[in-house]
Every structure is written in C-alpha cells, then in structure tokens.
C-alpha cells in the first residue's frame, strides 16, 4: 500500500463546475499539506499549503486537511479549462521536509 | 525575483553512460531537493542538500550522487544509466534555515533524461 493514495482520473467536468479532488494516507507524522499542479511536461507549480488540519481558501481554491481520518481535499469553484492539468497532492513530516507525494489526479474542465 | 532554474531542458543518453543535471534555487532559498518523475506517476524523492551536505536521502541507490556549491546551487549525477532512469527531474528548492511552517518547496520545470 502507498504511502498517499489519490485517484488517477481522469476526471472530466464541465466548465463552471465545483471540482473535488482526495487524497488519503496513511502516516499520522505528516504535518504539512500542499497541492501542486502540474501542466503537460511541465514541473509542479505550488496552489495551496497547509499546516496541520483545518481550511484554507485562496481564490478559487479551497484546501481541507483532516488529519483524524488522513484525509485531505482540494475545491475548485468555477472550474476553467485552465484549470485542466494534473494535480498532485504532497505532504511532508516538517517544514521543508522531503515530500511524499500521490500519483496525481488529471483533471479536464471542458468548455 | 528568479525561481528555480534547471539545466540542460532535455537529455538523451545511453544505457551506461554518466549524466549531469544542474539546479539554481529560487533566490533567498537554502535548500535543494532532487525527485525523479516517471511517466504517469508522482514526484519521488532522491535527496535533499543543506549547507553542501546531504541531509535526507530517498530510497534509491548509489548511483545517485548529487553535490551543493556554496551559492546554493545543486548538481544531481547518476552512474551506470539504466533504462529504468528515464524520467522527469525536479529540482526544488526550500528555506529551511528560517524556521517558518509558511515555507515549503518550489519546483523548477524539470530535465527530461530518455535513456536508450
């Protein structure tokens, strides 16, 4: 079993649509949550991060963590065809750790 | 304000063969991280360099080498190149030394390594 565990996709969704995308894990040490997104053939670009649980909003975007269940979230509202990529979810034991990451969730928002 | 930088953007080599990539961290940073991305798949971690040293270090063999200059910047080589090491690199880089939980790592666009 992995580490962290997130759901391939791909996920398709019109455009405007509230985009949900999970992760889960499985070590209870991890302290810091962070959603990345990541473009064709190129490198992860930082959206959200978090520390410890609770919500955090910017913009379109919506972080969760819960870390009783080991479960963390990312909402996108008012989904674009921008917004259409793969995005990684990333957690890690401190502050500038090394992260462990999912297997990412590609994502297609249609106009 | 730079972010993080890698060179060369593409690579090819052969099954034995030595490779060098290069990393630059975002400005003010301290701390380099290396991943290798297959297709399809996350980020792995390789290691991660602080004060020229290597201070973490991920589940993968000596043939991954990386070395940290003192203006911070970083080289990652591999050995013995295998067909398996054909992947994404990531360089990250982070600011460990500020002791802040806003700090977390920033990824430069990547070397695609193809080895034949």
């Known amino acids: 079993q992995k580490e962290v565990e997130q759901d391939p996709g791909p996920l398709s969704v019109p455009e405007g649509a509230i985009v949900s995308l999970n992760c889960t894990y499985s070590n209870s040490a991890f302290q810091y949550f962070m959603w990345y997104r990541q473009y064709s053939r190129k490198g992860p670009e930082l959206l959200m991060y978090?520390?410890?649980?609770g919500n955090k909003e910017d913009g379109r975007f919506t972080a969760q963590v819960d870390k009783s269940s080991k479960y963390i979230s990312l909402f996108i509202r008012d989904s674009q065809p921008s917004d259409s990529a793969t995005y990684l979810c990333?957690?890690?034991?401190?502050?500038?750790?090394?992260?462990?990451f999912g297997g990412g969730t590609r994502l297609m928002v249609k106009p | 304000d730079a972010g993080v930088t890698q060179s060369p953007t593409h690579l090819i080599k052969t099954r034995g063969q030595q490779v060098t990539l290069r990393c630059s961290p975002k400005s003010g940073h301290d701390t380099v991280s290396w991943y290798q991305q297959a297709l399809g798949q996350g980020p792995q971690f390789i290691f991660q360099?602080?004060?020229?040293?290597?201070?973490q270090r991920g589940n993968f063999p000596d043939r991954f080498s990386g070395h940290q200059f003192p203006n911070y910047s970083s080289e990652l080589n591999v050995n013995a190149l295998l067909l398996g090491d054909s992947a994404l690199y990531l360089c990250?880089?982070?600011?460990?030394?500020?002791?802040?939980?806003?700090?977390?790592?920033?990824f430069g666009p990547g070397t695609r390594l193809t080895v034949l």
């Open positions: 978090t520390y410890s649980s």
């Open positions: 990250a880089s982070s600011l460990v030394a500020s002791g802040s939980y806003t700090d977390t790592q920033y």
């Open positions: 360099y602080y004060e020229e040293e290597e201070r």
């Open positions: 990333a957690m890690s034991e401190g502050a500038g750790n090394m992260l462990t």
